[in-house]
């Protein structure tokens, strides 16, 4: 016959809360089934918009806190745009952000123009373009794995609304490479966080299970011979993860200045 022992119930809580405190100081708390989120995140503290009305309708109020995403697309597709427009959303309500730029690629100009808190955002510049695409393939390895591991530091050192590394000029071949553990790290980093962290890869990469994907398919318009700044782009937008897909597009106004 067992009897009933109140400080026996007390000593598991005590435990169980020990266990808890543990692995939320560890970011793992999300292996706790009690911890995972609701399957619709409706709080809007839980995202950060782009404040694209179309887009972030389209993504249920935009980029997930805690996950990585991925913004993919060719060159000239509205990639650069919806990059800027991301950081300029975030450092105008007060969020500072990180851009680990692998190929130097940012233009000032145009980041002040769209409307980026510049003195919100950590700039992490690497090699420039011409460098790249002059390189072998073993020096492109070192330009990406440095900017990884410049990446890592930063998720690591936290306080980070925003922190997006580009890798759009990166050959695909270079990415595909690179083994799939590097972005479980990522995500082991972010979990639990209020950090998005966000690629910019030429086609679909990785993901983390939360996280989004978004195509972008912009084109460019040509008008007698001439090539023209495009006023629009067509976005498909697709939300994979276990917990909910959603598959939709939206018309995005791309700025005047970029097209990228």
């Not at 398919?217 to 994979?240: E, K």
């Not at 993860?241 to 995005?252: F, L, T, Y």
């Amino acid at each position: 016959m067992f009897a009933y022992s109140p400080l026996g119930e007390h000593m598991a809580n005590s435990a169980l809360a020990v266990l808890e405190t543990a692995l939320r100081e560890r970011k793992l708390d999300r292996t706790l089934t009690t911890s995972l989120p609701p399957l619709e995140r409706s709080d809007p503290a839980a995202v950060i918009p782009f404040e694209i009305a179309a887009v972030d309708a389209v993504l249920r109020g935009g980029l997930p806190r805690g996950q990585v995403s991925e913004l993919a697309g060719p060159h000239s597709s509205g990639r650069t745009t919806m990059l800027l427009q991301l950081l300029a959303a975030a450092t105008r309500g007060g969020e500072i952000a990180a851009l680990i730029d692998t190929c130097d690629g940012l233009d000032v100009a145009s980041a002040a123009a769209a409307g980026i808190d510049l003195n919100r955002l950590l700039w992490i510049r690497g090699a420039s373009s011409g460098r790249v695409l002059s390189a072998l393939s073993e020096s492109k390895d070192r330009i990406v794995d440095r900017a990884l591991k410049a990446l890592n530091l930063v998720l690591q050192a936290g306080g980070f609304g925003v922190v997006a590394i580009d890798l759009a000029d990166v050959s695909p071949r270079v990415l595909r490479s690179l083994p799939f553990t590097t972005w479980l790290r990522l995500q082991r980093i972010v979990e639990g966080s209020d950090m998005a962290c966000l690629l910019i890869v030429p086609e679909p990469l990785a993901r983390s299970a939360g996280g989004l994907t978004v195509m972008c398919t912009g084109r460019t318009t040509w008008n007698d011979g001439r090539v023209c700044r495009f006023t629009g782009l067509d976005t498909g937008i697709r939300v994979i993860s276990p917990r909910r897909r959603v598959d939709g597009s939206a018309a995005v106004r791309a700025l005047a200045n970029d097209s990228d």
